[in-house]
């Protein structure tokens, strides 16, 4: 990344990372001190802020995160959803970029970074894509994580002007102004979510960039077609629907 904050935002830090955790309990100390140790090396001290979000969890999730040093942790009273608690954690954040990642560290510091260098290179949002070109050998999916990609992508050209090659990558990251905007004006709490991101984006004109990459661990997935697939529908149609009364922000 580049010295300097985004010229329009009034950010503190150079980068705030946003950690949505849900019954993360064994995983989420480590998490934020891989975090804090690579970040610090690489932007230097007081450059880095972290944020986890602890969507509903009844493990003790943030009272661990608060024990790990986050920055801060929100918890919100019930489990929402993904998208609720990223949504929470971007509109906290002060970084001059501001990315998202998963609590189990998918996808480690060094691609954090690389999602960050995109914004830094004049990206409004950048994307992890695990289909891009540049992207190296991970860990592969699960047939039923790979099906329900699938299906997903499908539905979302029903809101997407662009072809994307990876939506659901758990690994984004926005400009300051754009991360606080978008916290403001998404309403998807579930799996959907990221769509709806990019959907705001797109109607925005924002520049949208993917980079590549590698998923370098794997919990157990929690892929259940049977609950998802109705509700992929659901959210698209909501998308659609809210896009009618939507107008573009210049």
Known sequence: MADGQHPESGASRRLSVVVPAYNAVAVI?????ALRRDLTAALGPDAVEII?????????????????????????????GKGAAVRAGMAQSSGATVVFTDADLSYPPDQVLRVAAAIDDGADVA????????A??????????????????LLTRVVLRGRYGDTQCGLKGFGHDVAHRLATESRIDGFAF????????????????????????????????????????????????HSRSRQPRR
Do not use: C, K, Y
């Open 29 to 33: 100390a480590d998490t934020v001190a």
């Open 52 to 80: 986890v979000v602890d969507d509903g969890s009844h493990d003790g999730t943030a009272a661990r995160a608060r024990e790990a040093g986050a920055d801060a942790v929100l918890s919100l009273p019930n489990n929402r």
């Open 127 to 134: 994307i992890g894509s695990r289909t891009h070109a540049g």
């Open 136 to 153: 190296g050998d991970g860990i592969p999916p699960s047939a039923l994580r790979q099906l329900s990609g699938r299906l997903f992508n």
């Open 194 to 241: 990221d769509v709806e991101l990019l959907h705001l984006a797109e109607r925005d004109g924002l520049v949208i960039r993917e980079v590549p990459a590698e998923v370098r661990s794997s919990g157990r997935s929690s892929v259940n077609l049977a609950l998802h697939v109705p509700q992929m529908v659901r959210d698209v149609v909501l998308m659609w629907w």
